[in-house]
């Protein structure tokens, strides 16, 4: 599972501070274009944002990195390489040193909180019964659920199940670890929880961690820096007291969440009046 | 993984139900013996001059019971006669008279042809492994139109001479050579 | 117009081609390669339970009642010809030639593949097999391979269980009930049916939809639109057209083996 060492040692040298680079990456998705020309890096062991609004193809970028989706120009590149040009084993094998954890949390249903902390390792590893069991419980004491260990998924609410896919994504270890909106749609407490658990995480185990959401408020209170992709830009990048102070107008009508600004209220349409006198659509 | 074991024996049972099955179908439904494996019986030939329909797998009897099968069809081509091999099941091994007719038949009016031994009256001497049975007491396939046209023509020429024997009698009975 | 029309006609001739491309490659990519033996052998079991063992009281069931119906059916037509202890030759015949694995292979599709496809289909749709992918771990080797597997091993066991149970009731009925004998219905049964030729091809048969349906059914739920109402229509899709190609494979399949004769 280790890196050779070496060779990483080389392509890496330049940007040796970055885990993942984004460059020039142009993505299109029937006839929609999703990005055009975006380049981000992600420093090792920081936690790095990337917000925008609902359809702004925030999880399609995780989709990159992970390489479930390959760029139509431009590269991704995760630890020195590029990631659409591996091959099928070598991807498979690179992201078991990536974590992801899905909007739903996509926990397997069918089987116990603890079943589905131990999948990743019962897969990937011959480890005997005894220390899976010990790691699966330190997983999930980590995330505070190790009481919960044989309820099944269907059994969890909403923010248990994203802390149990979160000790599910930890469960190899990975170097990277990538959240995809983790605050939507949770109630305030398990919302703190995440975020706390989110930054003592990536401090404690040294790991990097890209964030993808719009809650604005929780995202600024962890990230050491932020992009703001919008229309398949990216409008504004930025530490978060940064981007607070600066920032173009359309920077901070979204962060400051107000409903008119450059984006406007209205969908683009014809003028009102005409609608009104036209019977059809 | 107590759920597992009964997982496995279902699919235990599964299995041998299928494998069950297949045994019965196998015995009971096509009535599959394995005493007619052509490696199995020892084989005799048998020359014909037309063997009508005759298939390889057809049926060969002796008093209408089954004693083996039709393995393999192939023409002389000095001779132009049809050459059949046929696996006698290895019980009725070497003792089959020597002098035994074979004869093509049909079973019922339009069923499939199959191979009737007739054994002979030789005692002390019997059909071996790769022995011929000659064309001389082996009677051909009755193709019915050679029939027809046969008795049509023995009709039209028959009005005037009825005592021929050639055409007029026993046509049935007389293969074409 | 026209070309309209041939414009059409060529977007569904392309759309069908990539579904094949697509189905092809999602084979290729379950089953070429290490088989994990030691892991698989379990997950094959599991499969083997859901897709096999579950789907056989259905079959078990629908045997009973179309050998006891064949015998019905046949008995009346065939006793105006005083030919009823045909009785055995002409159930026997058409079970093991046709109905068997053709009507096995539609209640399995009904009954294992449209479960298949919407037990992907909603793994789909809730991301696990997503994140199944993100951790490394290929979906199609680990939740496809076995399933497919199962599928083809459970096919051809499904429809002689199938053809014994049907063959049974046809007994039951003609025998017992109308009063065949039993020793003209077993024997005619006997010297009409060939091992090889008759019992053997139907078994090819059910391997060829087994694997047909199988893999329709792991494509489609691969495949689907990843909602609820995605899910629905794939399920749909997977039955419509596992039952058409086995309806269709079976006319060529029995061109090819009993055609000649």
């Known amino acids: 599972m280790h ?31 999703i990005f055009e020309g975006i380049n981000i890096n992600v420093t090792r062991g920081k936690v790095t944002a990337v917000m925008g609004p609902s359809g702004s193809g925030k999880t399609t970028l995780l989709r990159l990195i992970g390489g479930q989706l390959n760029p139509d120009s431009g590269k991704v590149v995760v630890e020195g390489e590029n990631i659409a040009k591996l091959s099928r084993q070598k ?10 954890l899905f909007q739903s949390g996509a926990l397997f249903t069918d089987i116990s ?26 997983k999930l004491q980590a995330v505070g659920l190790r009481g919960a260990c044989q309820l099944m998924p269907g059994e969890l609410s909403g923010g248990m199940a994203r802390r149990v896919a979160l000790a599910r994504a930890l469960a190899m270890d990975p170097s990277l670890i990538m959240f995809d909106e983790p605050f939507a749609g949770q109630d305030p407490i398990s919302m703190g929880v995440l975020v706390q658990l989110i930054r003592l995480l990536n401090d404690a185990l040294k790991m990097t961690t890209i964030i993808v959401s719009h809650d604005v408020k929780e995202t600024m209170s962890i990230a050491d820096y932020i992009y703001i992709i919008a229309d398949g830009r990216i409008m504004g990048e930025g530490k978060p007291e940064d981007l607070l102070q600066s920032g173009t107008p359309w920077v901070q009508q979204f962060i400051q969440g107000l409903p008119d600004g450059p984006v406007p209220f209205h969908y683009p349409a014809r003028g009102f009046a005409n609608d009104l006198w036209n019977e059809t659509v | 993984m107590m759920k597992m074991k009964t997982v496995e024996i279902t699919v235990g049972i599964f ?19 394995f005493f007619f494996k ?4 020892y084989k005799i030939k048998a020359e014909f001059s037309n063997i009508g329909s005759l298939k390889i797998k057809g049926k060969v009897t002796v008093a209408g019971v089954v004693i083996g099968r039709v393995v393999n069809i192939k023409l002389d081509p000095d001779t132009f006669n049809a050459t059949v091999w046929l696996a006698i099941d290895p019980i009725h091994a070497k ?40 064309m001389g007491s082996t009677d051909s396939a009755v193709v019915l139109e050679q029939l027809i046209s046969k008795f049509l023509a023995g009709q039209a020429s028959g009005g005037s001479k009825k005592s021929d024997p050639k055409t007029g009698v026993e046509p049935v009975s007389v293969p074409v050579p | 117009m026209l070309i309209k029309r041939i414009q059409l006609l060529g977007r569904i001739g392309l759309a069908f081609l990539g579904d094949i491309g697509r189905a092809t490659l999602i084979l290729y990519h379950a089953l070429v390669g290490k088989p994990d033996w030691v892991h698989g052998f379990g997950r094959l079991i599991q499969q083997l339970y859901s897709v096999g063992v579950l789907s056989l009281v259905i079959i078990i069931l629908s045997g009973l009642f179309i050998g006891m119906v064949l015998a019905l059916q ?3 037509i065939l006793v105006k010809f005083g030919a009823e202890h045909a009785l055995g030759q002409l159930i026997s015949l058409s079970l093991v030639r046709e109905l068997g694995p053709v009507v096995s292979a539609l209640l399995f599709a009904g009954r294992a593949g449209s479960a298949l496809t919407a037990e992907i289909g909603l793994m789909k749709t809730t991301e696990q097999l997503s994140s199944m992918e993100m951790m490394g771990i290929d979906p199609l080797r680990r939740i ?48 009409a049916v060939d091992f090889y030729a008759d019992v053997m091809n139907g078994v090819i048969k059910s391997v060829v939809f087994g694997t047909v349906i199988t893999w329709i059914a792991v494509y489609q739920g691969n495949d689907c639109t990843p909602t609820s109402e995605g899910i629905g229509r794939a399920t749909t899709r997977t039955v419509v057209y596992s039952s058409l190609a086995i309806l269709g494979l079976d006319f060529f399949l029995t061109a090819v083996m009993f055609g000649e004769t």
């Not at chain 2, 035994?100 to 038949?105: D, N």
């Not at chain 3, 459970?154 to 004998?181: H, K, Q, R």
């Open chain 1, 3 to 33: 890196f050779k060492q070496t060779a990483t040692h080389k392509v890496m040298k330049p940007n040796l501070d970055n885990l993942v680079e984004i460059r020039q990456l142009h993505f299109m998705r029937n006839s929609r274009v």
């Open chain 1, 91 to 100: 991807l498979y094998e690179s992201r078991q040193r990536m974590g992801m």
């Open chain 1, 113 to 138: 909180v603890f079943e589905n902390v131990a999948f990743p390792l019962r897969e990937h590893t011959d480890l005997p019964e005894s220390m899976i069991r010990d790691l699966v419980l330190m």
């Open chain 2, 15 to 33: 299995m041998v139900a299928a494998i069950l099955s297949l045994l019965m179908l196998a015995l009971q439904v096509s009535g599959l013996s």
């Open chain 2, 38 to 41: 052509e490696d199995g019986g």
């Open chain 2, 95 to 134: 003792k089959l008279p020597y002098d035994s007719r074979a004869s093509i038949l049909t079973a019922g009016l339009l069923g499939d042809n199959y191979i009737s031994l007739t054994p002979g009256f030789e005692e002390n001497k019997f059909l071996q492994e790769g022995d011929i049975i000659p």
């Open chain 3, 74 to 76: 046949g008995y009346t």
């Open chain 3, 144 to 191: 496809i391979a076995p399933r497919f597997w199962a599928g083809q091993i459970s096919m051809p066991l499904l429809a002689l269980i199938f053809n014994c149970v049907a063959i049974l009731g046809g007994y039951t009925v003609g025998v017992e009930w109308l009063g065949v004998d039993t020793g003209a219905f077993w024997a005619n049964m006997q010297s």
